[in-house]
């Protein structure tokens, strides 16, 4: 393990090529960090800094079968979930009324807005605003199940097909959250060169959170991770450990 903050002398270099010769496997530690942590630490980083991490996003096998998977699953999964649809949106209208949906702008990849949609879980009186808890009294009855299975997310699978998500990704963050907090964090527009995702690698090695500066750097560590290493089976991963993550939360 080499450091990533100065060249190696000469003599240095001698022994690292010395090494190569044995079969040795050379990295610099900021690396070794990312490979036992599953994050890259940006909390003391600066722009230049990080480029030296390299973001090489040209990976066109990579990209193809990741918006391929996209657009397959969420067709599979609009088919497969037409009826629990059909029962979540007629549960909401008989407690609440319309809307069924609730929409929300927030930043997409590279930095454009979108309008993503969920179900809508809180009185339309209240709908507007953020609740800081379960047990808010604006959700609804059929919204705080909605919240605790995660169901209310479903309907971005619109957003999926229209390409503006993936299924995997960092999460979207509201415009207000972003532009609020990029002074104190430079390096968080970084989280938009890619798609954001319904699910991804933060949310399973964080889980849920405030928006506290200290968490939104830790969040971004582990999305700015998943940006340098995400392929097919890093996604399957993370939608199985989703998968599991909500079932045993719940169950």
């Known amino acids: 393990v080499i450091s990533s903050e100065k060249n190696p002398s000469q003599s240095e270099a001698k022994i690292i090529f010395a090494a190569l010769n044995q079969g040795l496997r050379i990295i610099e530690d900021h690396q070794l960090y990312a490979i036992i942590f599953k994050r890259i630490p940006l909390e003391h980083m600066t722009e230049a800094q990080t480029l030296k991490i390299g973001f090489d996003l040209y990976r066109p096998f990579s990209n193809i079968t990741k918006r391929l998977f996209d657009i397959l699953l ?3 999964a609009l088919i497969l979930l037409l009826i629990p649809f059909l029962l979540i949106s ?32 809180m009185t339309q009186k209240h709908n507007g605003e953020l609740a800081n808890s379960l ?8 919204g705080k199940l909605l919240r605790i299975t995660h169901l209310d997310e479903l309907p971005q699978i619109w957003n999926i097909l229209k390409g503006e998500m993936s299924f995997v990704g960092p999460r979207p963050e509201a415009k207000d959250i972003i532009e609020t907090k990029d002074k104190e964090i430079p390096l968080i527009h970084l989280r938009h060169i890619v798609r954001p995702g319904l699910t991804g690698h933060a949310q ?17 560590s582990l999305d700015v991770f998943y940006i340098k290493n995400f392929n097919l089976f890093f996604d399957l991963w993370i939608l199985c450990r989703t998968a599991f993550k909500i079932l045993s939360s719940n169950w």
Do not use: C, H, W
Request: overall charge positive.
């Open 135 to 142: 047990n808010d009294p604006r959700i609804t009855r059929i």
């Open 90 to 121: 007629t549960l909401i209208v008989l407690e609440s009324g319309f809307p069924i949906f609730f929409r929300q702008l927030r930043y997409g990849r590279f930095g454009q807005t979108i309008k993503i949609y969920k179900f809508r879980s």
């Open 204 to 220: 399973i090695m964080q889980g849920k959170t405030l928006d506290g500066i200290d968490e939104l750097k830790f969040k971004l």
């Open 74 to 76: 969420a067709l599979a």
